[in-house]
């Protein structure tokens, strides 16, 4: 198999819908999903795993433990499984999210 490589930006802009995630593949037992991002919230969600948020353009406004933050373009959250967390409204851009 040939090494791929991904515009990720091209892609989220070609998605469907803001927040549904499209997987790109797995690497070992983690998937990689991205998403396109736009001004609406999203509810608060726990999960299992633990989950990497990658903001890859523009930022991520988050709830998370019961703090606001502010993820910009080239930062990432780690979010540790069993952690409530939601989006807040005026997040925007392209987000890759790694969880197993």
Not at 22 to 38: I, N, P, S, T, Y
Not at 60 to 69: D, E, N, Q, V
Not at 70 to 97: F, K, M, W
């Amino acid at each position: 198999m040939d090494a791929e490589v991904l515009d990720l930006n091209a892609l989220a802009a070609r998605l469907p819908e803001a927040w549904q995630s499209r997987l790109l593949g797995c690497v070992g037992e983690a998937r990689l999903k991205l998403v396109r991002m736009d001004q609406a919230t999203y509810a608060e969600e726990t999960h299992d795993c633990a989950e990497a948020l990658l903001v890859l353009d523009g930022e991520l406004r988050l709830h998370i433990g019961g703090t606001r933050r502010v993820v910009h373009a080239g930062e990432l959250c780690l979010v540790p499984a069993g952690v409530a967390h939601a989006v807040d409204a005026g997040s925007t851009g392209t987000l890759l999210i790694v969880d197993a």
